[in-house]
């Protein structure tokens, strides 16, 4: 008896391991995602502590190809993010990254930095107009910019330009904020200009 | 019994349906779709608000009066706002002019009276213009929003009445590949934006721009060829040369006038010198085509390629970057020789020194290549030694191609080492992928004696690359000099390329201390073909104004620009530009143009409002300084959202085993 009703949970035993062992590997995988943000920018802000203590060419770990170059302080709740250079897929799992084309913060253009929506630039959807987001560059020098303008861009139809006479700081990610998807069209674009 | 056997696999996906029902917080329909004009908190979307009405468009009509003369465009255009409206309205148009143009006239008619224009601070032209607009008076005010983009402001235009606005700029119209080309923008770009550009603007109707072209031509040459290239034209002869002129004034808006013309014979090289005098300076400009290139008698050359396989080439930058590469090898003819070197956190090489181009050889590089893959840091120091190692075999001329996609730590160190080895050799860097360090590559480019390439698009990469490596096939002119009359040093605008390439025209603004003397001549060497070339060019004095000074100062001003913006001392660089600027009446980043009259015309009472002229949609090439978006959302909610509906149906599954085993068990 106890036999024939082994044989008959055969599959379903099967399935639930297969089950077990998929949601594992994609659960450790999508926390993988959040723990290498956070860990990442701890590191860096750590990187940045010491390169603004005088350590020549200070990397977050050793094998790093990015240095920080900016510290973001954004919205009312002051949230610290740690910007990396170089807009690479690699450098965003880390941190909001600098699109290096762009100036940096507090020169006169547009300069322009980017973040995932599901980790570091989530604080965006909170941002209004009138909110305050400061910079700081690694030689010590802080700029503090005012939240102008927040729109939903179409990246098939659009692109960032980099002119202006005036330092001027947009900051983007993907669009909507709670899409389950990745690799959509829209961005969330916030442009401060210096105030 | 096959189907009962089945049977598990249909409940499993039974349940994995009810799960996806079972959770609408996540996979609700309306996160996907959200689009612009949904988005719940409406200050999102704020510029774009409806919620004033669509008043009767302010119209613009343009006229070009463009005189060429020789290699100088003087051009004239004007445009008149007309208000069909009730309001007394303040016009603004936006205009995009090439990068080297001169905006140094400005001048505003109303009905017979005509108000030039000062050259002003920014900011004090500004408030110059504001205090006018407040007080009803007519005023117009021309701004430099970007290098190649100006907008033209025009206070307190009357109801049903129109002013007209005239700005005069100058141009370069250099030889390019045997030919000349005049290009008027007609094509206005789309409403400035703070920070998105939109690349698909609304387009202007021929109904709502009308156009007047009128073109007198003087090259100083008969013209052999002359081509319209988008709009029809009728040309006529005259004393000097040609008069072209639009054949109707309902031209498509939508694209820029292009005119086109070549001289009836082509010599050898083709170099001409004009100076003017303007204070106590004189001012030259020189234009040089060089000679064209006879494909038998090419150096042969030592290619280095440099490739970086760092972890931030993964994906598409690293097949590009391949593709790219084994083109270039493909395209080295058999008396060349090359090497190529890769690199991340170290650095290693297809061969120990450079080899002849033979079968074997481009084979081995073929598997060197297909075999690359990134990975690791960035150290750019090792690859460049290793490029260094030898000297350049006799008689070839060395080149090094450094593909990579920029992100450095060191650029100094690299720069200065790059300028301290280079010798004869040329260094080229090529920027692949959305952000590229330009800085560095640049400076690079510059210490090296080569040239730059940013490739921002992947579909940009074959066309691009196939540019550089034909060009950097015949140098025409190697290690160009300039001696000027009496060894006087000449102030240069820019600096000038070492080289010249086959169809690459070289344009040198020069301001000269002292006053030119009669029947002097510039002496131009270098090397070509391996043998040294000497080329003496009159200089032409041109006595009335022509406005060489003014396209020195130009220059001058975009050297500053590009010395600031790369690091340079912003309030010196400021300074220096706001001075040369004011001094050469020009319209910069940091002076603008503003002519105000002297009477009130609006009654107080009325209320002004503003209106944007309708614009056009632009030619492609003036969004050159825009940059695309990264990709900045992660799968983790997706698999998050997997894992858990997984385990859950794992644990669903247990259930009934567990229940069924207790049950079994009694």
Redesign the interface.
């Given at each position: 008896?106890?036999r024939a009703?082994c044989q008959s949970?055969r599959?379903?035993?099967l399935?639930?391991?297969v089950?077990?062992v998929?949601?594992?590997?994609?659960?450790?995988?999508?926390?993988w995602?959040?723990a290498k943000a956070l860990l990442a920018q701890e590191l860096i802000g750590a990187a940045w502590q010491r390169s603004r203590a005088g350590e020549q060419?200070a990397k977050p770990w050793w094998?790093?190809?990015?240095?920080p170059v900016a510290k973001l302080v954004i919205g009312r709740g002051a949230r610290e993010l740690m910007v990396l250079?170089?807009?690479?897929?690699?450098?965003?799992?880390f941190g909001p990254?600098h699109?290096?084309?762009?100036?940096l913060p507090g020169?006169?253009?547009?300069s322009?930095i980017?973040?995932?929506?599901?980790?570091h630039?989530r604080v965006l959807r909170e941002l209004?107009?009138g909110d305050p987001i400061s910079v700081e560059l690694s030689d010590g020098k802080r700029f503090s910019f005012v939240v102008?303008?927040?729109?939903?861009?179409?990246?098939r139809?659009?692109?960032?330009?980099?002119?202006?006479?005036r330092p001027?700081l947009?900051l983007?990610?993907?669009y909507?904020f709670?899409?389950?998807?990745?690799?959509?069209p829209?961005?969330y674009?916030v442009?401060a200009?210096q105030g | 019994m096959p189907a009962l056997q089945l049977t598990p696999w249909k409940r499993l996906a039974n349940w994995l349906r009810v799960l996806v029902l079972l959770s609408p917080v996540w996979v609700s329909p309306a996160a996907f779709t959200a689009q612009p004009d949904d988005v719940q908190s409406g200050s999102l979307l704020l510029k774009s608000s409806p919620d004033a009405p669509p008043a009767e468009a302010m119209r613009v009509q343009s006229s070009f009066q463009v005189q060429v003369t020789g290699n100088l465009a003087r051009v004239r255009v004007s445009q008149q706002f007309s208000n069909p409206s009730d309001d007394w309205v303040e016009g603004l148009y936006v205009f995009p002019l090439s990068t080297d143009a001169a905006v140094d006239e400005l001048v505003m008619h109303i009905g017979d009276r005509v108000i030039r224009g000062d050259i002003r601070k920014r900011d004090e032209a500004r408030a110059v213009y504001e205090q006018a607009r407040s007080e009803g008076r007519h005023a117009s005010l021309v701004d430099q929003e970007r290098p190649n983009m100006f907008t033209a402001s025009v206070a307190n235009i009357a109801p049903h009445s129109a002013i007209s606005v005239e700005i005069a700029y100058l141009e370069t119209i250099p030889n390019r590949d045997g030919r000349y080309t005049l290009r008027l923008p007609l094509a206005i770009t789309p409403r400035y934006n703070p920070s998105v550009v939109n690349a698909t603007p609304e387009r202007v109707t021929g109904e709502q721009q009308r156009v007047n072209i009128d073109v007198e031509l003087a090259p100083g040459f008969p013209v052999q060829s002359l081509d319209s290239l988008h709009h029809s034209v009728v040309a006529t002869n005259d004393a000097l040369g040609k008069h072209v002129r639009l054949s109707s004034s309902q031209v498509p808006a939508d694209r820029d006038f292009e005119l086109v013309w070549a001289p009836a014979s082509v010599t050898d090289v083709q170099g001409a010198v004009f100076a003017e005098r303007s204070g106590d300076a004189t001012y030259a400009l020189l234009m040089l085509s060089p000679p064209q290139q006879d494909a038998q008698v090419v150096e042969p050359r030592e290619v280095e390629f440099i490739i970086d396989t760092s972890g931030s080439m993964q994906g598409p930058s690293i097949e590009q970057a391949r593709a790219a590469l084994q083109m270039g090898i493909d395209r080295l003819t058999e008396k060349d020789r090359f090497n190529v070197i890769r690199f991340s956190s170290d650095a290693s090489s297809l061969f120990e020194v450079p080899r002849q181009v033979s079968q074997t050889t481009r084979a081995l590089a073929k598997d060197f290549i297909a075999a690359l893959s990134a990975d690791g840091g960035t150290e750019m120091r090792p690859p460049l030694q290793l490029a260094f190692a030898t000297a350049p075999a006799t008689g070839f001329l060395r080149q090094i191609v450094f593909i990579t996609d920029g992100s450095v730590g060191n650029e100094t160190e690299i720069v200065s080492y790059i300028r301290q080895k280079i010798g004869n050799g040329r260094l080229f860097t090529v920027g692949i992928g959305a952000s590229p360090n330009a800085f560095f590559l640049q400076e690079a480019a510059a210490a090296g004696r080569g040239s730059y390439t940013f490739i921002a698009e992947r579909d940009q990469v074959q066309a691009r690359m196939q540019d550089l490596f034909r060009k950097i096939e015949s140098p025409a002119l190697l290690d160009l000099s300039l001696q000027w009359p009496g060894s006087v040093t000449a102030e240069l605008a820019s600096n000038m390329p070492g080289d010249l390439y086959s169809g690459d025209p070289l344009v040198v603004l020069a301001r000269l201390p002292g006053l030119p003397e009669r029947n002097q001549v510039l002496t131009l060497s270098g090397r070509t073909h391996g043998v040294a070339w000497v080329h003496q060019v009159p200089i032409v004095s041109v006595t009335d104004q022509a406005g060489i000074a003014k396209l020195w100062a130009r220059e001058r001003i975009a050297t500053l620009t590009r010395q600031r913006n790369f690091g340079g001392d912003a309030a010196e660089a400021q300074a220096g530009i706001v001075d040369l600027a004011l001094r050469h009446h020009l319209v910069s980043e940091f002076t603008s143009l503003v002519a105000v009259d002297a009477t009130p015309v609006r009654p107080p009472e009325a209320d002004a409002r503003s209106e944007q002229a309708p614009t056009s949609a632009p030619a492609g090439s003036y969004w050159s300084k825009t940059t695309g978006f990264a990709k900045t959302a992660t799968s983790a909610g997706l698999e998050l959202l997997i894992g858990c509906a997984c385990l859950a149906f794992a644990a669903l599954l247990f259930l009934p085993l567990a229940v069924s085993r207790r049950v079994g068990g009694r």
């Open positions: 008896m106890r009703i949970w599959p379903r035993v399935a639930m391991i089950a077990l998929i949601g594992t590997v994609c659960l450790v995988d999508g926390c995602v959040y060419d094998w790093a190809d990015t240095r250079e170089g807009a690479s897929g690699r450098n965003l799992a990254v699109d290096a084309a762009s100036v020169r006169p253009g547009n322009v980017e973040g995932h929506r599901d980790t630039f209004k107009p102008v303008d927040l729109r939903v861009a179409d990246i139809q659009s692109r960032i330009s980099l002119g202006g006479e001027r947009t983007v990610t993907c909507p709670d899409a389950i998807r990745a690799g959509g829209l961005r674009v442009t200009e | -």
